[in-house]
């Protein structure tokens, strides 16, 4: 960035625009996303020698969601080589108009992210949240050049989208006696229910809401753990045959799904149809965290499974399922994403080429997966990408399982340091995560949330020669003003 002489100063309540042919079908959008402010834009009217804001195409910008923005007295520039440049430039001038009121400061701005995955993970089993809030956060998420939405969507705590071929997913997998657990908007009183699930029709809506923003969503069907939620509307899709609930408890538990049971991949075959029929994205998420083994060691199904594949023992199954599902996701034109643990045992089975390995236990998970050549996305709990930890150690303090300050999040580089070029690019990226346990209001959410994200976006966007926490804590002083602006809770306490 660099700043120049001059303001460019609104001498009515109205900039009249001009766009070039790329992106013209999104000016409507544009004029949107800037209400709100101090004047609007005017794409209609036709162009004139004082047009105050026009997009230009930029064939020099390389990366796709890189942008320029000069402002000058006479005038805004917008110039990009895709309308996500165009995006993200309209981005930091909504950014600069909402602590600017009437004038603007001459500058130029040169701007390009340094990963392609800046994602955040939004766990809506143990907590049901709105869809109204969901898109509350599609809005920050874009206000902070985001570009992945990861919808966790099934866990012991509930099953929350609807698969026609199984009704009992949602009729019963998405019910969960437990107060504690369900938001106050859906007034729960003793002994009802809590209960949720997403409509076609709602998710529908919200993936437009995120490609709008320039924003991809990407689904996450739990397996083969945490899947208590399916076991109870399927009982036969597990090794006892049950009987099962939808945990109203947090943890690991030992019931997982039965890898010796062929009906189990015709669900997730129809499982995956819908996937495919609501998330036009690439990316599907299978989890594949926290699985236990025991219940496999004792079935004599998956005995069978063991000794039909060739596999040493039960710990080989884990790889062989996650083969057979990635697979699947694969018919459907679809790239599997899957936590750290989808490496053990892989010795003698592999993975499949095209999974993307989400390391959260640490760095080492990255680091195995990308000398395994697979591409890769860091969210390691112990480098402040965990938002569900408290701010700081306080027992009264919202948040579970550690600190997490916000420098710590600062800090956090998704690219280890120390690799060649060549291992560097297996490393796309990087993802910030809120488990919701216990974090059944939206606001606890947002107060845990901010400005930890903010941070993080910094991660996601910066080299590491370009962060500086003392800017950027300077920097969150007018930055507080547009979160208070945007209605956002937000942690207001020592940043280390």
Not at 143 to 152: A, P, Q, S
Not at 198 to 205: F, G, K, M, Q, T
Not at 222 to 249: F, I, N, Q
Not at 460 to 468: E, R
């Amino acid at each position: 960035m660099q700043l120049h002489d001059g303001r460019f100063v609104f001498s009515d309540t109205v900039i009249y625009a001009r766009s070039a042919e790329f992106c013209k079908n999104k000016t409507e959008f544009y004029c949107t996303y800037l209400s709100g402010l101090n004047f609007s834009l005017d794409f209609s009217t036709p162009a004139k020698k004082d047009t105050g804001l026009q997009i230009v195409k930029n064939d020099s910008i390389v990366n796709i969601e890189g942008y320029s923005l000069n402002i000058a007295t006479s005038g805004i520039t917008i110039g990009a080589c895709s309308p996500a440049g165009v995006f993200y430039a309209f981005v930091t001038l909504k950014q600069l108009l909402m602590t600017n009121e009437h004038s603007l400061p001459a500058l130029s701005i040169e701007d390009e992210p340094l990963c392609r995955w800046r994602g955040f993970m939004l766990d809506t089993c143990r907590s049901f949240y709105s869809i109204g809030f969901i898109k509350k956060m599609l809005d920050a998420l874009a206000f902070h050049k985001f570009n992945r939405f990861h919808w966790h969507l099934t866990d012991d705590q509930g099953w929350r989208i609807a698969v026609p071929e199984y009704p009992l997913l949602t009729e019963i997998g998405a019910i969960r006696f437990d107060n504690r657990l369900v938001p106050a908007e859906s007034k729960v009183t003793g002994g009802v229910p809590g209960k949720g699930f997403y409509e076609d029709a709602e998710i529908c809506d919200v993936v437009k809401y995120a490609a709008d923003r320039n924003i991809t969503v990407v689904p996450e069907i739990e397996l083969p753990g945490h899947s208590s939620a399916l076991l109870a509307a399927y009982p036969e899709m597990g090794c006892t045959g049950g009987p099962y609930r939808v945990e109203d408890r947090f943890g690991i538990f030992p019931d997982v799904v039965c890898c010796g049971n062929d009906a189990l991949f015709t669900l997730y075959d129809s499982v995956f149809k819908t996937i495919d029929r609501l998330f036009p994205g690439k990316w599907v998420h299978i989890g594949g965290d926290e699985c236990l083994t025991g219940r496999w060691k004792s079935c004599p199904k998956c005995q069978k499974r063991i000794r039909q594949e060739h596999l040493k023992d039960e710990k080989e199954l884990q790889p062989w399922i996650t083969v057979q599902i990635a697979k699947l996701l694969e018919s459907y034109a679809k790239i599997p994403v899957g936590w750290d643990e989808v490496l053990n045992g892989t010795q003698k089975l592999g993975l499949p080429d095209s999974l993307i390995v989400q390391s959260w236990r640490g760095t080492d998970g990255g680091l195995h997966a990308a000398a395994a050549n697979h591409y890769v996305i860091m969210s390691p709990q112990t480098q402040g990408c965990y938002l569900n930890f408290k701010n700081y150690a306080d027992e009264n303090e919202p948040g579970r399982l550690g600190v997490a300050t916000v420098k710590n999040s600062y800090d956090f580089t998704p690219i280890p340091a120390g690799l060649t070029e060549l291992q560097k690019s297996y490393f796309l990226g990087g993802e910030c995560n809120l488990w919701t346990e216990e974090l059944p209001y939206s606001r606890i959410a947002e107060y845990l949330l901010f400005p930890r994200l903010c941070a993080i976006s910094e991660s996601l966007w910066l080299p590491q020669d370009k962060k500086d926490f003392t800017r950027f804590c300077a920097d969150m002083q007018d930055h507080k003003e547009r979160l208070h602006a945007m209605d956002f809770l937000y942690y207001d306490g020592p940043y280390a």
